[in-house]
């Protein structure tokens, strides 16, 4: 996850840089909407369904023989 590019990153349990990083993205619609289309075609080029059913299916067949 790359920091403020499709994502904040805050330090397990920082209640106060939780809050703050609420806070930008709540200042910010514009920067909050191309954060969340980069964060979905991150999401989508890694996670296709079709390669992750196929190397699902190859782990299967692997365990079968």
């Known amino acids: 996850l790359k ?5 904040e ?7 106060e840089a939780f809050a703050d990083a609420l806070v930008r993205l709540a ?3 514009v920067g909050r ?3 969340g289309q980069r964060a979905r075609a ?3 080029e890694r996670f296709d369904r ?3 059913f196929r190397d699902l ?3 299967v ?4 023989r």
Not at 9 to 15: E, Q, W
Not at 61 to 64: Q, W
């Open 50 to 52: 079709d390669q992750l």
């Open 42 to 44: 991150l999401a989508e």
């Open 27 to 29: 200042d910010d619609r």
């Open 61 to 64: 067949g692997s365990m079968e």
């Open 9 to 15: 990153v805050v330090p397990p349990g920082d209640a």
């Open 33 to 35: 909407a191309a954060m």
């Open 57 to 59: 299916n190859a782990l």
């Open 3 to 7: 920091e403020r590019h499709c994502g």
